[in-house]
Every structure is written in structure tokens, then in C-alpha cells.
């Protein structure tokens, strides 16, 4: 019986980079005016722990956006413009042709559109007209692993199939100006841009890690941990300081019986993927998983560099592991993302 693999996958950036001292500094300029607590904002930014963030638009683009329409009108062109790119990357990468992708999965949680992104893909990257779509609106952070997830699912049964995960979050461009809440704050100096796409098939071609199993995990009466309030002006951030301590108090035990039932534990694993929800997070399942820093510095290195991507993020972490040929035959990897539900998805690799 063949078992789904990860062929290929790349990441696509937004050409807009700014320092965080350059937004801090816009910040400052926008909510001082309403008399917040400038030596608090900057000290949540600085703890966050991200240099800089790529943009969808100049920084000097996002005042003239007024309303959620404007905001989405422009998520809509930048996300079809870097989903494209990422798609085609992964695909050049995959050394398969656009025509040969049967299945095509895009997740995202900060824009809205029908017809969806993938949607506006099809004629742009030249897919079959009888390609299957699945757009997936609102997993967070959790939907890049959950995306590999739901394809692999789907590629177990149809083994000579492609499918295409395309992950794309302009966080920029759901920003509450008006709103001077801790959880907005937060979100202001943590979140970027960007895509992410990755090429599965069923198996049969002998390259890239084999996805073994997978595993979601919900939990009951945590809804208002994360996610978004729709409000008149858009997207207005949930983010609950719980987080961590959720990951401390459930995520040991999810991996392991996750593990056992492959007749694995912890210790067989080498590689670990996980998403970069921010340093609390990170430090929290560093604790968890009880593995040392090292084992995250990917993860770590993404933060700092462009930012937490929302469901790109376990992606682009993904693509440097991937990229770095640091795996060997018979190795194991745990992907592993947590995210609005609150939920958690666990993918298993084996190279």
C-alpha cells in the first residue's frame, strides 16, 4: 500500500519589508494621539521577538485603506498575486507540470472572496478545468498541518494523484486601527505576510517524506482562546494569554498517544515542525514536548525574520527542514500547529 508524500514546497514573501522599529514607530504615531501607553506598546512589540515583517502593500499604502472592503479588495489582489507565485515555485520545485495537479486545497483567515482564490488560480497557472477545489476558511494557524492533513487524507485512496496546498495570510490587512486592546497590540507587532504552497501525491513518486499518519485533536469549551470577532470594520483579533498554558497542559499527552498508536514515542522522533505562534508559545512546547531549543530553531529563526504567518507559518518551516537535506532515510518528524477551535493537528513524516 503506498503512503502520501510531501514532494515539494515553497514560500512566497511580499517585496514590502519593514523593520519592527520602523512599524513601532507608525504605531507610536497612530495610537499616541489616543494617549495609549507608548512604553507598553513598545514593550509588547519588543517581546514578541520578530526584526521585521513583510507586507502586502508600502507601508504608506494601508491609511488610505478606511474600510473592510477597501482592506479585502486589497487582499484579494495580493493574495492571488503571491498564491500564484508560491503555487508555481512548489510546482517548478515538484518538477510537475500545472496540468498534472488533480486536487488543489487553499487555506486562509484574514480575507474573504467567492470566487475563492483558488478559484482565481485555475486559468492563471493553467490547472485542469476538472481540478478539485477546497477552500478552508478559518483554521489559523492551525490550517497549514491541517491542509496536509485533509490532502493526504484524500491522496491514501487515489495513489497516482497530485494534490496542492496553498497557504496564504496578508495578517496586515486585518489590522483594527481604531483598536487599542492588549490582544490588537499583540497582534500589531507579531503577525506578517505571506504564502506557502506544497505538493503531495499518493506515492508514486519515490521522493520526499512519506506522511505516515495524522491526527486532529479538538478541545471542548476552549472557543474564545483564539480567533475573530467580525465586527463593522473587519476582523478584530481573539487572543486569549491562555494559549500557552493550554499547549503545557495538553499537548504532551496528545503526542504521545498520537505516537503510541504508530508503536512510537517521543524519543524517535529527530525532526520537529511547528508553527511559530510566538516565543510563550514556542517556550511552551519546548516544556511539552521536553526537547531542547535546537530542536525549534527553525521555527525560532522564522519567527524572528518574518513574523508569525498564521497557517503559513508551519509551511515555511516545513520548507527550510525540507530544503535543508538535514533528514536521512528512516528518520521521523513531527508537524505539529495549534490554532482557533482550539484544536491542534499532528502530521507524522518519515523520510
Known amino acids: 500500500m503506498t503512503v502520501p508524500r510531501l514532494i515539494a514546497a515553497r514560500a512566497a514573501l511580499p517585496k514590502n519589508f519593514v523593520e519592527q522599529d520602523q512599524l513601532l514607530a507608525a504605531f507610536r504615531a497612530l495610537w499616541g494621539q489616543k494617549h495609549f501607553n507608548l512604553g507598553r506598546l513598545e514593550q509588547l512589540h519588543k517581546a514578541v521577538r520578530v526584526g521585521g515583517r513583510h507586507l502586502a502593500l508600502p507601508l504608506d499604502r494601508y491609511e488610505g485603506l478606511k474600510s473592510f472592503a477597501a482592506r479585502n479588495d486589497a487582499w484579494i489582489k495580493a493574495a492571488t498575486e503571491l498564491g500564484a507565485e508560491a503555487v508555481d515555485a512548489a510546482l517548478q520545485a515538484a518538477d510537475i507540470a500545472p496540468s498534472k495537479v488533480d486536487h488543489l486545497y487553499f487555506v486562509t483567515v484574514t480575507g474573504i472572496a467567492t ?57 496586515s490587512l486585518t489590522l483594527q486601527r481604531e483598536d487599542i486592546s492588549i490582544p490588537n497590540i499583540i497582534a500589531s ?121 498564521s497557517s503559513a507559518s508551519v509551511l515555511f518551516v516545513l520548507a527550510e527542514l525540507l530544503a535543508s537535506g538535514e533528514a536521512r532515510p528512516g528518520d521521523r518528524g513531527l508537524l505539529v500547529a495549534m490554532g482557533p477551535g482550539f484544536c491542534s493537528e499532528l502530521v507524522l513524516l518519515e523520510w
Open 189 to 309: 507587532g507579531l503577525f506578517g505576510d505571506g504564502a506557502a504552497a506544497v505538493v503531495l501525491d499518493g506515492g508514486a513518486r519515490e521522493r520526499g517524506p512519506r506522511i505516515r499518519a495524522t491526527r486532529s485533536v479538538f478541545y471542548p469549551g476552549t472557543e474564545r482562546i483564539m480567533g475573530w470577532d467580525v465586527v463593522d470594520s473587519g476582523f478584530k483579533v481573539v487572543l486569549s494569554p491562555q494559549v500557552p498554558q493550554l499547549v503545557r497542559e495538553r499537548l504532551r499527552g496528545d503526542v504521545d498517544s498520537f505516537l503510541a498508536a504508530q508503536g512510537l514515542k517521543r524519543s524517535d522522533l529527530k525532526h520537529f515542525v511547528a508553527h511559530t505562534g510566538g516565543p510563550k508559545v514556542l517556550e511552551a512546547f519546548e516544556e511539552a514536548l521536553e526537547i531542547p531549543r535546537a530542536k525549534l530553531s527553525r521555527s525560532w529563526d522564522s519567527l524572528q525574520s518574518v513574523g508569525n504567518l
Open 115 to 171: 470566487p475563492s482564490v483558488d478559484a482565481r488560480l485555475v486559468e492563471k497557472l493553467g490547472l485542469r478545468p476538472d481540478v478539485k477545489r477546497v477552500p478552508i476558511f478559518g483554521l489559523g494557524c492551525v490550517g497549514g498541518a491541517a491542509g496536509i492533513a485533509r490532502a493526504s487524507d484524500v491522496l491514501r485512496n487515489n495513489p497516482s494523484e497530485v494534490a496542492v496546498l496553498l497557504s496564504v495570510e496578508l495578517c
